[in-house]
């Protein structure tokens, strides 16, 4: 697959970022952490875009590595304001994130120029049994239909996407990146990607706006 649809399929991440910034102040304040992590997702994929292209992506990665703690940064926040978790969760679950990351540069022999699988991994196994949890208890929703409920698609979605990074694409990274059947693999990511990206734009419509009750 060529580097330009490649860079478009990454790039759908714009479209939930821009639906968030343009519905950023129509939206409940709790719901806004989410439209910072869409941007970070834009800055990201712009910064690895262009280090790939001039020939610099080694010394993009250590953007990947802060790229995840603060995703999960601010996913973490996302689902405390909103309920889902308590402080003492999310505290201790940023502070096992950090440690894994020191512990990632440690068995790295100190190299920062590398991506942290063990915390890619970590970040991918929160987020999935948090959205997990999320989704199950949107059966309990009673004003809602779910295909207005923001949290059925933003949790549905995000679990896709997790579980595809934990369970596939951490399969290619450590195993087969070097074969063709691991290249595939590396191929539908770009396209799940999207996917997800695509529905999260759908989920940010869904979002209740500043003058209504939001009701778990």
């Known amino acids: 697959m060529s580097e330009e649809v490649t860079y478009v399929l990454a790039m759908t991440c714009l479209l939930p970022a821009i639906a968030g910034i343009c519905r950023y102040k129509k939206m409940q304040p709790e719901f806004r952490p989410l439209v910072y992590m869409m941007v970070f997702a834009v800055l990201l994929e712009t910064v690895l875009y262009v280090a790939k292209k001039y020939g610099y992506i080694i010394y993009a990665l250590p953007v990947v590595n802060l790229y ?110 070097d074969s063709p059947k691991g290249k595939a693999i590396g191929v539908i990511h770009h396209f799940v990607n999207a996917v997800c990206y695509l529905f999260f734009t759908l989920a940010i419509f869904k979002i209740p706006k500043n003058d209504k009750k939001h009701s778990f």
């Open 68 to 177: 995840m703690l603060l995703n999960l940064s601010f996913f973490l926040y996302f689902v405390k304001i909103n309920r889902y978790i308590n402080e003492k969760m999310m505290r201790g679950l940023l502070f096992t994130a950090i440690a894994i990351l020191v512990f990632n540069y440690i068995y790295e022999a100190y190299n920062i120029l590398k991506v942290y699988y063990y915390l890619m991994c970590f970040v991918s196994l929160v987020m999935l049994i948090i959205v997990i949890n999320i989704l199950s208890r949107q059966t309990m929703v009673v004003k809602y239909k779910l295909v207005n409920n923001f949290w059925f698609w933003f949790s549905s979605f995000s679990i896709i996407y997790n579980a595809f990074t934990l369970l596939i694409f951490g399969l290619y990274f450590f195993a087969m990146s």
